[in-house]
């Protein structure tokens, strides 16, 4: 690898949530800084302790975290030196808040104070009826039209029991993504 990039891991309250843990393993492997920024939902999925080991670097949940060893708080650390946001698995309702500009937590905050040349990469997650509800497909949109890559969701079984369009993109295929993104 030529250059090592910082990258944000934004982790939110989807059964996918678990996934992470292996993103976060593959782009430590392939040499980048990864931090890891969870919703409190995400917290029901997987412990930040898990995600914590796996990129080496303390995980962020609390928009109050106080940074180790500056002045800025730790939420306007990352948006400042993220090269990508990657946030996967997304919810419907973290691709809304930030459709709409709503910052009322710490991956909602860092999201819209990353700076210009950070690029954005969302995998949703969720139900098939709430992926394909026109408010849902309105804010991709939205979020597209402001330079926002998608990649996924897939078909097949989710966890809900449904069968359908819904579930997180191939780890392998979000991984090779992101590596064409920061190339």
Known sequence: MATKRTILLGVTGSIAAYKA??????LKKLGHEVFCVMTRDATHFITP????????????IDLFEEGEGDWRP???????????LVIAPATANVIAKLAH???????????LALRAEAKVLI?????????LHLATQTNVKLLQSRSVEFIGPDQGMLACGYEGIGRLWD?????ERIQKLLS
């Open 21 to 26: 843990g292996d993103i976060a393993s593959k």
């Open 171 to 175: 780890i392998e295929k979000i991984v």
């Open 74 to 84: 730790s939420h306007l650390q990352l948006a400042d030196t993220a090269d990508l």
């Open 123 to 131: 995998a949703p997650a969720m139900n098939g009826k709430m992926w």
């Open 49 to 60: 302790l898990t995600l914590q080991t796996l990129s080496q670097h303390p995980v962020t």
């Open 101 to 111: 500009g709503i910052a009322d937590d710490a991956l909602s905050t860092i999201a």
